[in-house]
């Protein structure tokens, strides 16, 4: 029977044509089954992206198995889809793995509509101070930092790997908003959360979760990738318990976090109908968790790669911050005004980190339009943000880190259109105003009091980076100087 299965696929190889619909962007041509999957190099399909916009265009077509999906190419495409026509381009796949697994509920994999547009109010309003009891974020931030900087002077004079060290910062503020308390960097609590959040990620990312994506009625059956849900259920049962607890000590009225402002959310709104509830708040805290933990360390970490190998840049940061923090202990997110060749610089890393290159994939939620082409309702769109942030013609300098691409000629700070790493549109990132203070107060405040070195032994810097879920650089080592003892 396995070699009848085997004779049955390739008959499809043969027989089956894939047709575009009518009107639909160009692509290369897909195989039955496979699609176009063999045509990109699944370590990183990046640059096979670049070649196809070259050959088809800005907006081109690829089956991933057999569904067809358009990317997006550029800043004049991308945005005439997220932000003209908004509406019509913020819905979120439901046939893919992701979508499975968070079943539609939550924010990030959510269809566009009510459940969605309220749960991502409620959280930008609570983000934004409206309700996170006493401290604000920035404090909350600023008291991650301090921790950062004690683990740093551990090694000054010396060197240090900072992944677990970003990774545990970045995930302890995500924790402190939602959470309520942040976990010592060796707390078993927290190391197994974040461990098994690596695990799922790289199931998700691995062979067996591609084989769900493109052979659907394979989906059904007991096979690997079935860890993956459980994986997932793992991580969902962790942050029940949290909830539990949260449940137990509350005081109504008094939320000490977005977890006891949702409780309270849920007595508000109790009355039928209303789209808050238990479930829906399990989902929006690991969204929350997932989505605000690799992509500020893996942007932290590429920023001091680009920092390390460029000591100009950085003594020129160094010495702006000194003269603007003269006489004052810790720096606020409102000294970013006073800072444009700070602001530059971190822009600038960002830019280069690219830390989320394909966004995350939309689906049209009509039949819709682009350019002369026609895409019908539930077309899967990948917005490629990596040929924004890289687009020649749109920066003075694409392709190297050079903070001249956010400076005028008089040296103001100024951000061009094409920077969207956080995408544009009603999807745009929620995070984004958290992680753009994440990223001032920390690398403000790290090199301020640090000058961080390229290790002697540390070889060949490399800058290529990692893809995945997010990218990130490869391992490196920080080395870590005290500022003050190179003054004494
Ligand atoms: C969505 C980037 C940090 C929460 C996104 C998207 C991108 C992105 C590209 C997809 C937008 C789209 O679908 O068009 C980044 C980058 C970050 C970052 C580069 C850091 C440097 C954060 C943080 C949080 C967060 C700290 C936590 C609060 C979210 C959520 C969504 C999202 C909830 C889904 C929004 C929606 O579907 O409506 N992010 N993000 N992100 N991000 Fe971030």
Same mark, same amino acid.
């Given at each position: ?14 027989? +089956? ?11 290369? /041509? ?49 945005? !005439? ?17 992701? *979508? ?56 000054? =004079? ?21 959470? %309520? ?90 009355? !039928? ?47 702006? +911050?000194?003269?603007?923090? !003269? %006489? ?19 822009? !600038? ?36 943000? *990596? ?5 020649? =013609? ?41 992680? /753009? ?34 990218? *990130? ?13 190179? /003054?004494?």
């Amino acid at each position: 029977s396995v070699v009848l299965l085997w004779l049955f696929i390739l008959l499809l190889f043969f027989f +089956i044509r894939v047709r575009r619909p009518k009107n639909f962007p160009p692509g290369p /041509r897909p195989l039955p089954i496979l699609g176009n999957l063999l045509q990109l190099d699944p370590a990183n399909p990046l640059k096979d992206l670049e070649r196809l916009k070259r050959r088809y265009g800005n907006v081109f077509s690829l089956y991933i198995g057999s569904r067809p999906a358009v990317v997006l190419n550029g800043l004049e495409v991308v945005r !005439e889809a997220l932000v003209t026509r908004a509406a019509e381009y913020a819905g979120r796949p439901t046939h893919m793995m992701a *979508s499975h697994i968070f079943k539609g509920k939550g924010i990030i994999m959510a269809n566009y509509g009510s459940s969605w547009r309220d749960h991502r109010r409620f959280a930008l309003t609570t983000l934004r101070n409206f309700g996170l009891g006493k401290r604000s974020m920035e404090e909350r931030i600023l008291e991650e930092v301090s921790h950062i900087c004690t683990e740093l002077e551990s090694s000054a =004079g010396s060197s240090m790997d900072p992944q677990h060290l970003f990774h545990l910062a970045a995930s302890n503020i995500i924790c402190s908003l939602i959470f %309520g308390e942040r976990f010592e960097y060796d707390d078993p609590v927290i190391l197994t959360l974040i461990q098994r959040l690596d695990e799922f990620l790289k199931e998700a990312l691995g062979p067996w979760a591609m084989l769900y994506e493109i052979i659907p009625v394979l989906r059904p059956l007991p096979l690997p990738f079935r860890n993956v849900f459980h994986k997932f259920d793992q991580i969902k049962e962790h942050i029940k318990k949290v909830v539990t607890k949260h449940k137990n000590s509350r005081v109504a009225g008094e939320p000490r976090d977005l977890l006891d402002c949702y409780l309270d959310q849920i007595d508000k709104t109790a009355e !039928e109908g209303s789209t808050f509830n238990d479930t829906q708040m399990v989902s929006l805290l690991l969204d929350l968790f997932l989505a605000g933990t690799d992509t500020t360390s893996n942007t932290l970490r590429s920023a001091m790669l680009h920092l390390m190998t460029n000591q100009h840049v950085q003594d020129r940061c160094h010495r702006e +911050i000194a003269e603007v923090l !003269e %006489g004052r202990a810790d720096a606020s997110f409102e000294d970013r005004h006073a800072m444009p060749y700070v602001q530059a610089t971190i822009h !600038e890393a960002q830019r280069m980190s690219d830390t989320v290159p394909l966004s995350v994939f939309h689906t049209t939620c009509s039949d819709t339009q682009l350019h002369s082409y026609q895409l019908p309702q539930g077309t899967t769109v990948i917005p490629n943000l *990596s040929s924004v942030l890289h687009e020649e =013609g749109q920066w003075k300098f694409p392709h190297e880190f050079n903070p001249e691409n956010f400076l005028n000629e008089v040296g103001e700070f100024v951000k061009p259109e094409a920077f969207l790493p956080f995408s544009a549109g009603p999807r745009v990132c929620l995070g984004e105003g958290l992680a /753009r203070m994440e990223l001032f107060l920390v690398l403000v405040t790290l090199l301020r009091r640090f000058r961080f070195v390229w290790p002697e032994d540390g070889g060949v810097p490399d800058f290529s980076l990692i893809f995945g879920g997010t990218q *990130s650089p490869k391992p490196y080592r920080l080395g870590v100087r005290l500022r003050s003892s190179e /003054r004494g």
